[in-house]
């Protein structure tokens, strides 16, 4: 039995609408509220954060959001502010690779939102990853220490902290890192966590594997180690994958 407590969390990215999202709040509500060992999140596009909070209400499921910005308040037209977020939910993803990669943002701005979100009592998940022509250059262990390091730049991480190291040539490809590779990248970002913070914080973090995660390869990875659950995106859109995944991760890693 692992001594963190592993954490499974769903990206349902840009999908879902009103009804849709409705309904598999009710499925994962029926299916896997009662799932002991494992912490669960739900993290829906920020239009659906009120519903599924409403829908999600009295249950062991939590509910994240997909990013936040780092100012309080303005004239920021479109963004949303970890004071907004802070009613209504209690993660939010930072750093994810298709924010890095489509809207410019970077391990500077990753770290301001880290600080902006901690300091408002935000859990974020922060995402970090290297692309797949980094990797065929050996650059890997580089590209994940700087991540770390700027990323975290300044920040103090409370106790349990979530890292997703998601490679980025595994997001959304359907070709999962295999269970070694993923468990070797997290002993690496581990190492770096025991000296940037000890050994006790680094100990106490989790740090989740996501990248085309499934129901069927859920088990090589929760087999592994260092990985504490899983970041799970296309496969958390359906309700009976992503109860499959819940249940593998508590059987194989559940601290209850
Ligand atoms: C993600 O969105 O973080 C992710 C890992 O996506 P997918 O599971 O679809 O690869």
């Known amino acids: 039995m692992s001594r963190r407590t592993p954490i499974v969390a769903a990206n349902w990215k840009m999908h879902t609408t009103v009804r849709t999202a409705a309904e598999l709040c009710q499925a994962l509500r029926e299916s896997i509220d009662e799932v002991r060992g494992v912490e669960k999140v739900v993290c829906p596009?920020?239009?659906?954060?009120?519903?599924?909070?409403?829908?999600?209400?009295?249950?062991?499921?939590?509910?994240?959001?997909?990013?936040?910005f780092w100012e309080e308040k303005g004239a920021f037209t479109g963004e949303i502010s970890p004071p907004m977020l802070s009613d209504l939910c209690e993660y939010v993803i930072i750093g994810h690779s298709e924010r890095r990669k489509y809207f410019g943002e970077?391990?500077?701005?990753?770290?301001?939102?880290?600080?902006?979100?901690?300091?408002?009592?935000?859990?974020?998940?922060?995402?970090?990853?290297?692309?797949?022509?980094?990797?065929?250059?050996?650059?890997?262990?580089?590209v994940l220490l700087r991540?770390?390091?700027?990323?975290?730049?300044?920040?103090?991480?409370?106790?349990?902290?979530?890292v997703a190291y998601e490679p980025v040539w595994a997001i959304g490809t359907g070709v999962p890192a295999t269970g070694e590779i993923a468990?070797?990248?997290?002993?690496l970002i581990r190492r770096e966590l025991a000296s940037l913070y000890g050994g006790q914080l680094a100990e106490a973090a989790r740090i989740q594997y996501g990248g085309s995660v499934d129901g069927v390869n859920i088990g090589e990875f929760m087999a592994e180690p260092?990985?504490?659950?899983?970041?799970?995106?296309?496969?958390?859109?359906?309700?009976?994958?992503?109860?499959?995944?819940?249940?593998?991760?508590?059987?194989?890693?559940?601290t209850a």
């Open 45 to 68: 596009p920020f239009v659906f954060l009120a519903l599924v909070q409403q829908a999600l209400a009295g249950s062991s499921i939590k509910v994240g959001a997909q990013n936040v």
């Open 106 to 142: 970077t391990d500077e701005t990753a770290n301001r939102r880290l600080k902006a979100a901690l300091a408002e009592g935000l859990h974020p998940i922060f995402c970090i990853g290297e692309t797949a022509e980094e990797r065929q250059a050996g650059r890997t262990e580089e």
């Open 147 to 162: 991540q770390v390091r700027q990323g975290l730049a300044g920040i103090e991480i409370p106790l349990g902290f979530v």
């Open 183 to 187: 468990n070797e990248a997290i002993a």
């Open 226 to 254: 260092e990985i504490d659950g899983a970041l799970v995106g296309g496969a958390s859109l359906k309700a009976d994958v992503f109860t499959t995944i819940v249940a593998e991760a508590a059987r194989l890693k559940g």
